[in-house]
């Protein structure tokens, strides 16, 4: 019988990053723990080293954008993703990931070929949950919580489209080692979207 020890491929040996500037990182960070990873609050530059895989929470992304160029998180993140570090960007962290979102003025990350428009659903259904089929996440539907939330509006070809709402609007997409959905996955106690971020940071 051969014994599996916990290796580079195990949550066990993974340090996740939670931005913990603003929003639901808490939230985050226990799913993440949850897991079986560790999580490390993220609010300077230092604490991006070393890491695994990092995880940009719900929020508002204005007040987050604003935060990230003052605390100088900007750059070095970009250049963290353009070799290859394993980001999931959850709401706002989806408008922040994104490469275009028109009516934003303040700056994104850019690390994503999507197009992002913000508070999507208007004021008429600010919030809503919705059963997803998510085929990278199996069966069954992934019950997603969504609060004044994003959609996606273009992606060129090298973006996964992973789930659509019943109307055709794109609501989650992986390019890559980046994943981005507009809903709020650690308000449930289903782990499988973050589980299948986690699976990305193992294959790295
Ligand atoms: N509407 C928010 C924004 O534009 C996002 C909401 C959320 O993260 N739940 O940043």
Redesign the pocket.
Known sequence: MRLETPGAHSPKSMKIGILALQ??FAEHSRVIERLGAEAVAVRLPGQLHGLDGLII????????SRLMAEYQLLQPLKYLAGGGLPICG??????LMAGSVPD?ALQTLGLMDITVR??AFGSQVDSFEADLEMPALGQPPFHAV?????IIEAANSTVEVLAWLPDGAAVAARQGNLLAVAF?PELTSDLRLHRYFLDIVASR
């Open positions: 929003g639901a929470p719900g929020g508002e992304s204005t007040t987050m959850t709401c706002a962290g989806m408008i934003f913000r508070n969504f609060i004044r939330a994003p709020h």
